[in-house]
Nanobody, 120 residues
Framework: QVQLVESGGGLVQAGGSLRLSCAAS????????MGWFRQAPGKEREFVAA????GGSISAQGRFTISRGSGGNTVYLQMNSLKPDDTAVYYC?????????????????WGQGTQVTVSS
């Protein structure tokens, strides 16, 4: 059974940093593209960043950096200079293929999400 489990969310002051983690269990994801999305209250879920097996990545936020653990089944999101507008539930997602994508519909597996709250 595929499972994605996020951790690392919490409450932080504006200007602070957080590091989110996503651990994938089940079939290996070491060669799959994985990504982070977020959803703020009353808004649609939006793309944050994605990474492939070789470390290639794309990011919608220059303040955020996505990386992958050496085993390939853990993905991290380092978030710096956080702003109140970054407040959202952050979701980890995985594709069935290695190609990067910013499209929510192209991700097949999703975690339950972790809350990030940035206070002003």
């Amino acid at each position: 059974q595929v499972q994605l489990v996020e951790s690392g969310g919490g409450l932080v002051q504006a200007g602070g940093s957080l590091r989110l983690s996503c651990a994938a269990s089940g079939p290996t994801f070491s060669t799959n593209a994985m990504g982070w999305f977020r959803q703020a209250p009353g808004k649609e879920r939006e793309f944050v960043a994605a990474i492939n097996w070789s470390g290639g990545s794309i990011s919608a936020q220059g303040r955020f950096t996505i990386s992958r653990g050496s085993g390939g089944n853990t993905v991290y999101l380092q978030m710096n200079s956080l702003k109140p507008d970054d407040t959202a539930v952050y979701y980890c997602a995985a594709r069935l293929v290695a190609v990067l994508s910013m499209r929510l519909s192209e991700y097949h597996y999703w975690g339950q999400g972790t809350q990030v709250t940035v206070s002003s």
